[in-house]
């Protein structure tokens, strides 16, 4: 079975920057497409950005030109480089893996906006 740990979240200000690692275990990654979504107190969860096995992303209008995903198959990682964030980015960001029909989550990592 696939894991995945997230990683990177924390309190950052208006206006500052993160960035959220994922590893994956396993062979599966470098073959399966893998994304970042989000999830706010009292909304439901939504795609943020997302990674085929040949590069190509899609991102949320909400974060395009503001974040950058990417992957690295040699170390089982997709990152999400964040910029100028506000506080409408306050949530848990989840990385998921899309493998064999089924799909992976992780645990999930806060990322809190505020002054």
């Known amino acids: 079975q696939v894991q995945l740990v997230e990683s990177g979240g924390g309190l950052v200000q208006p206006g500052g920057s993160l960035r959220l690692s994922c590893v994956a275990s396993?062979?599966?990654?470098?073959?399966?497409?893998v994304g970042w979504y989000r999830q706010a107190p009292g909304k439901e969860r939504e795609l943020v950005a997302r990674?085929?096995?040949?590069?190509?992303?899609i991102y949320a209008d909400s974060v395009k030109g503001r974040f950058t995903i990417s992957r690295d198959n040699a170390k089982n990682t997709v990152d999400l480089q964040m910029n100028s964030l506000n506080p409408g980015d306050t949530a848990v960001y989840y990385c998921?893996?899309?493998?064999?029909?089924?799909?992976?989550w992780g645990q999930g990592t806060q990322v809190t906006v505020s002054s």
């Open positions: 396993g062979r599966s990654f470098s073959i399966s497409a």
């Open positions: 998921k893996l899309a493998y064999n029909f089924r799909e992976y």
């Open positions: 990674i085929t096995t040949g590069g190509t992303s």
